[in-house]
C-alpha cells in the first residue's frame, strides 16, 4: 500500500525567508508525485507533480520539488517567502496510470500549514 | 472554464436527515471523484466515476453514503440518514483520462457539512 508522511503539520517562516516542506513516500512501484496547496475555505490545487520526467520539478508561483529515490522523498522548496503563501501544503502519491477505466489514486499526507510572518 | 462547481458550499443539518451534496464536473473530462476531508482523517477518496461509472468505491465509509453520477455533467453524494460524525468538507475533483504526463485532479471549493 502506498502513504505518504509530510514532516511537521505547522512551518513558519518569515517573508523572504526559504521555504522546505518535508515529504517522504512509500510506493512498490515507481510512483506518481503531487504537491497541492490549500487556500482558506478552497479547494486543493496542483502545485506540481513528478511522474517520472525531469526529478528536478518547477511548479507554479516559484515552487519546486525534487524526487529522490533513493531517499524516497519528494520535498517542496521555495526560495523566498512571501506572506501570499500561507496555506496548508499536502503531498500526495498515486499509481501510475495503468490504463482501460482504472485511475491512480491519490493518497494524501496529513498536510503542512505554512505560516509567513512579515 | 468555471472549474468544478459544488453546491451547496455549506449544509447544516440535524442527525437523521438526509443530505445531498452535488457536483458539476468541468466539461470533458471522464473521471469524477468524491473525497471527504477531517481533522482526524486528513482527505480520503470516497468513489470515483469513469464516463460515468462508479470504478471504485471501496472508500464509501458505509452503507448510509450514496453516489451517483446520471450523466457527464453531474454527480450527486448522499448520506442518509446524517450522523454527527459525517460532519467534514466534502470535496469533488475531475480529470482527463491520463495521457502521458497529463494527469491532473481539478478540485472544487468544497461543500462543508455539519450535522448537529
Known amino acids: 500500500a502506498q502513504s505518504v508522511t509530510q514532516l511537521g503539520s505547522h512551518v513558519s517562516v518569515s517573508e523572504g525567508a526559504l521555504v522546505l516542506l518535508r515529504c517522504n513516500y512509500s510506493?512498490?512501484?515507481?510512483?506518481?508525485l503531487f504537491w497541492y496547496v490549500q487556500y482558506p475555505n478552497q479547494g486543493l490545487q496542483l502545485l506540481l507533480k513528478?511522474?517520472?520526467?525531469?526529478?528536478l520539478v518547477k511548479g507554479i508561483n516559484g515552487f519546486e520539488a525534487e524526487f529522490k529515490k533513493s531517499e524516497t522523498s519528494f520535498h517542496l522548496t521555495k526560495p523566498s517567502a512571501h506572506m501570499s503563501d500561507a496555506a496548508e501544503y499536502f503531498c500526495a502519491v498515486s499509481d501510475r496510470y495503468a490504463g482501460g477505466t482504472s485511475y491512480g489514486k491519490l493518497t494524501f499526507g496529513q498536510g503542512t500549514i505554512l505560516t509567513v510572518h512579515p | 472554464d468555471a472549474g468544478v462547481i459544488q453546491s451547496p458550499r455549506h449544509e447544516v443539518t440535524e442527525m437523521g436527515q438526509e443530505v445531498t451534496l452535488r457536483c458539476k464536473p468541468i466539461?470533458?473530462?471522464?473521471?469524477l471523484f468524491w473525497y471527504r476531508q477531517t481533522m482526524m482523517r486528513g482527505l480520503e477518496l470516497l468513489i470515483y466515476f469513469n464516463n460515468n461509472v462508479p470504478i471504485d468505491d471501496s472508500g464509501m465509509p458505509e452503507d448510509r453514503f450514496s453516489a451517483k453520477m446520471p450523466n457527464a455533467s453531474f454527480s450527486t453524494l448522499k448520506i442518509q440518514p446524517s450522523e454527527p460524525r459525517d460532519s467534514a468538507v466534502y470535496f469533488c475533483?475531475?480529470?482527463?483520462?491520463?495521457?502521458?504526463?497529463?494527469?491532473?485532479?481539478?478540485f472544487g471549493p468544497g461543500t462543508r457539512l455539519t450535522v448537529t
Open positions: 513528478y511522474t517520472s520526467a525531469a526529478t
Open positions: 510506493s512498490s512501484v515507481p510512483p506518481y
Open positions: 475533483a475531475s480529470s482527463l483520462r491520463p495521457q502521458g504526463n497529463t494527469y491532473e485532479q481539478y
Open positions: 466539461s470533458g473530462h471522464d473521471y
